[in-house]
């Protein structure tokens, strides 16, 4: 059974950073595409950022390019996300998830494996 632990979520005033982690456990890590979503009260899930198994290829919604960094590390089976200049709008639950497919997925139904959720609250 894979399973998906996330962590490092809490509460940070505007324009701090934050590091999530995405620890994975009972699965091939190393051949699966990873991804972070969010998702805020009455929204839906909103695609954040995504890496292929090799690291080389992250994908970025385009409001948090040049502040998000997705990278993994295979020889820790996680994956990690990176918010610097951290925003209100950046609040959210943020999830991990995981693919099977070999491009880097964008979309909910493509991932195969999620995690719970970790909070992030960002202050004025």
């Known amino acids: 059974q894979v399973q998906l632990v996330e962590s490092g979520g809490g509460l940070v005033q505007a324009g701090g950073s934050l590091r999530l982690s995405c620890s994975v456990s009972?699965?091939?890590?190393?051949?699966?595409?990873m991804g972070w979503f969010r998702q805020t009260p009455g929204k839906e899930r909103e695609f954040v950022a995504a890496i292929n198994w090799s690291g080389d290829r992250p994908v970025y919604i385009r409001s948090v390019k040049g502040r998000f960094t997705i990278f993994r590390d295979n020889a820790k089976n996680t994956v990690y996300l990176q918010m610097n200049s951290l925003n209100p709008e950046d609040t959210a639950v943020y999830y991990c998830a995981a693919s099977r497919l070999g491009t880097v997925p964008g979309r909910e139904h493509e991932y195969d494996y999620w995690g719970q959720g970790t909070q992030v609250a960002v202050s004025l």
């Open positions: 009972g699965g091939t890590f190393s051949t699966y595409s």
